[in-house]
């Protein structure tokens, strides 16, 4: 699903240039829920952009479901990343003035999908994240862990290949992070593909594969027993 060899990425500032990925190697199979894990600053966000065709690599290699992801014209990557990648953040980004639902429905009007069938899809993802009763609420009326959730919902309305997470539990208290990393845990059990970007060694462990990421480098990649966050919750 995801190809990525020895990618490197540095950001000029100035003369000056820092350096921040260090030659990555790294591949991802589709049904796969892997945690890229690191502390601040050691270029998680950095990697998922670029998985996320937010940002491009200066070197090496990047295949996104069989496709490679080089010099693209902005269109085709638009193009792409509607089709391919679903995004959550962790500071939700929402639309304050869009109720639950217009918001799901938001990468459905982007398709030119009909408002109707937009709006019964967006009605069945946010019944999938357990807040059909929540759908003509606007952002304000919601707590934190419904609008994560509804922020999951959006980035899954349009059937992505892969879902990207950077710190998606980072602005939730830990009972409200597990709520959210059980339904990341279904959705992933469902087939779906996810990459979770954190900080935090629980929420990792709720993956299935860890990859540790140190200053640009990975460190380590291995295949963890999974934790299930029911358990916690
Ligand atoms: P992480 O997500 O692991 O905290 P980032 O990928 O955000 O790490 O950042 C890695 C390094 O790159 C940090 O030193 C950060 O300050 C730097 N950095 C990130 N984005 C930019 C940018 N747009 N311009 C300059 N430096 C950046
Ligand atoms: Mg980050």
Known sequence: ???????????????????????????????????????????????LNIIGMLDEADEGEYDLDGIPIKNLNETKAANYRNKFLGFIFQSFNLINYKTALENVALPLYYQKMPRKQRQEKAMKYLEQVGLKEWSHHLPSELSGGQKQRVAIARAMVAEPKVLLADELTGALDSTTSYEVMELIQKINDQGNTILVVTHETDIAQMCKRIVYLRDGVIIKDEKVKQVRAKAHV
């Not at 990425?9 to 892997?34: P, Q």
């Open 1 to 47: 699903m995801i190809e990525i060899k020895d990618l490197h990425k540095s950001y000029k500032m100035g003369s000056n240039s820092l350096h921040v990925l260090k030659g990555i190697n790294f591949s991802v199979e589709a049904g796969e829920l892997v945690a890229i894990m690191g502390s601040s600053g050691s270029g998680k966000s950095t990697l």
